[in-house]
């Protein structure tokens, strides 16, 4: 083997290391901040097909619908309540009058030696991540394939050129 090939293995394993060490991890991070935004705007989770969220409540304990008025005393029988109008139309897991302090804006990824965590600063998103303490499971992170076949795609990119 000439010194030139040599020299042009040597150059490309370094480019090869950077690419392992610095870009990788960084088409993780992009990844997996896009499909957790991605399950936020499907309203379900994206695991070899979209498994939707449950709707929000909307009646009582005794099956009553809360988002209507049941009898005359406002002159407005069968129209929405204050609580009613506010939901019509509301993303699920999106809170009313929060502004962009949202539990879908929260997720923040840091990058560590060969690895990324994604976290958050909401302590009640493990309840409805995991569907805790009587709340319906509405996931939005964890393993998915969907996501796996994503980051192998970028990857692949990254290597082809």
Same mark, same amino acid.
């Given at each position: ?5 040599? $020299? %042009? ?7 090869? !290391? ?11 991070? /992009? ?5 957790? =935004?991605?399950?936020? $705007? @499907? ?7 979209? +498994?939707?969220? =449950? ?11 809360? /988002? ?19 939901? =019509?139309?509301? !993303? ?16 923040? !990824?840091?990058?560590?030696?060969? +690895?990324? /965590?994604?976290?958050? &600063? ?5 309840? &409805? ?9 509405? =996931? ?13 795609? %970028?990857? @692949? ?5």
């Amino acid at each position: 083997m000439s010194n030139n090939n040599l $020299q %042009e293995l040597r150059k490309k394993l370094e480019s090869l !290391a950077r690419l392992v060490k610095e870009d990788i991890p960084i088409v993780l991070k /992009t990844e997996g901040l896009k499909f957790i =935004q991605k399950n936020f $705007q @499907d309203e379900g989770f994206n695991d070899e097909g979209l +498994q939707k969220w =449950q709707p929000r409540k909307t009646t009582d304990t005794r099956g009553r619908d809360l /988002t209507r008025y049941r009898s005359d005393r406002v002159g407005k029988k069968g129209t929405f309540t204050p609580f009613g109008k506010r939901n =019509q139309g509301r !993303a699920i897991l999106t809170g009313y009058n929060s502004g962009g302090n949202k539990l879908r804006h929260s997720f923040r !990824a840091r990058m560590e030696k060969m +690895q990324v /965590t994604f976290y958050t &600063h909401k302590e009640y998103a493990l309840r &409805h991540n995991e569907g805790l303490k009587g709340m319906p499971k509405r =996931q939005f992170i964890g393993n998915s394939k969907t996501l796996f076949n994503n980051i192998k795609k %970028e990857i @692949d990119r990254l290597f082809i050129n």
